[in-house]
């Protein structure tokens, strides 16, 4: 059965989890801010629904690499604090999963943002002062 309280707590433990990454990990806080850059980028672009839904997958991908990536560095750390090559090796490879997607991310977003910006500076080009 579905219980109102139980749900109310989970959530709670949720916000706690996002709560410390967001004070904690200073690439998740700036992840973050360029998401809301390019929110706001898209909502001033007013994007295709589509490409919306893309911008905001994608987003929400980095995101939740970054909660993995962390979780699994403290992780590490509690088994075999620095003490084993495969600990730092373990990190580096997390770390380089969070990179590759955060460059196919900005590829995407160039592929998605640059008509809009061409048709900007071309609109702005054909306004005589």
Known sequence: ML?????IR???YSLKGLSQIFREEHSFRIQV??????LILSLGFNIKVWELV?????????????????????FVD?????????VESSKDMMAAVVLIF???????????????FIN?????SKISF
């Open 102 to 116: 955060s460059i196919g991310a900005i590829l995407i977003g160039l592929l998605i943002f640059t008509p809009y």
């Open 54 to 74: 893309v911008v905001v997958l994608v987003m929400t991908l980095i995101f939740v690499l970054e909660l993995i990536n962390s979780v699994l560095e403290r």
């Open 78 to 86: 509690v088994l075999k604090p620095r003490l084993h090559p495969y």
């Open 33 to 38: 801010f360029i998401g809301l850059l390019v």
């Open 120 to 124: 900007l500076f071309s609109n702005i």
């Open 3 to 7: 219980s109102l309280a139980r749900f």
């Open 10 to 12: 989970s959530f709670r």
